[in-house]
């Protein structure tokens, strides 16, 4: 069974995060765990990505496992690849710069699995220097991207930023994993 941590990260693209999960959940031989940001909490609950997933969401790098484990080096030893979908400005910039201060940073940078970041921000955040800056960083580090692409975005101007569309996330995942089955 192939472990999937998915990340969720406090954007409005989470609903489409959930689709991505629903998309995922029907492949047999995945295993779905998906640790959420407290941010990301605020626009989807975890009761629903608990629901989609049948597995317990995981948010807080503190929470006292049922049994005995480290929370951020069970995941993250378990995994076979890392989404995170959305990747905000904020994460993208904390991977990029070693800032480890929550459960999904912490899995993050404790795994040695392939990491893929589906970024979704409003276009002026994700043109910025800074990210485009982090973004290059990461590349350097071997972190893959999906996306983002040219639409609508939530402050209702359109461009770049845009989460990219639902099946090219999951397809991009299904790809990885398959390339990475073959080592």
């Known amino acids: 069974m192939k472990e999937v941590v998915i990340g969720v990260t406090g954007s409005i693209a989470c609903y489409k995060a959930c689709e991505v999960v629903s998309s995922l ?31 317990r969401v995981y ?10 484990d480290l929370l951020h080096t069970s995941l993250s030893q378990k995994a076979d690849l890392i989404l995170v979908c959305p990747a905000t400005m904020n994460t ?28 979704a921000m409003n276009k002026a955040m994700f043109e910025h220097p800074a990210t485009q800056e982090n973004i290059a960083r990461l590349k350097r580090f071997g972190v893959q991207f999906i996306g983002p692409i040219r639409g609508e975005l939530a402050c209702r101007q359109v461009g770049m930023g845009h989460l990219s569309e639902v099946e090219g ?15």
């Open 92 to 119: 993208i910039g904390k991977l990029a710069n070693g800032i480890c201060d929550d459960l999904l940073t912490c899995v993050i940078f404790a795994s040695r699995a392939p990491v893929l970041l589906a970024p």
């Open 25 to 55: 959940r029907k492949d047999q031989g995945l295993n779905l765990q998906v640790v959420m940001t407290k941010e990301a909490a605020h626009f989807v609950t975890p009761l629903t990505f608990q629901t989609l997933t049948g597995n």
């Open 169 to 183: 996330i999951a397809d991009a995942v299904r790809k990885q994993l398959k390339t990475r089955g073959k080592k």
């Open 59 to 68: 948010s807080d790098v503190f929470e006292v496992p049922e049994e005995w």
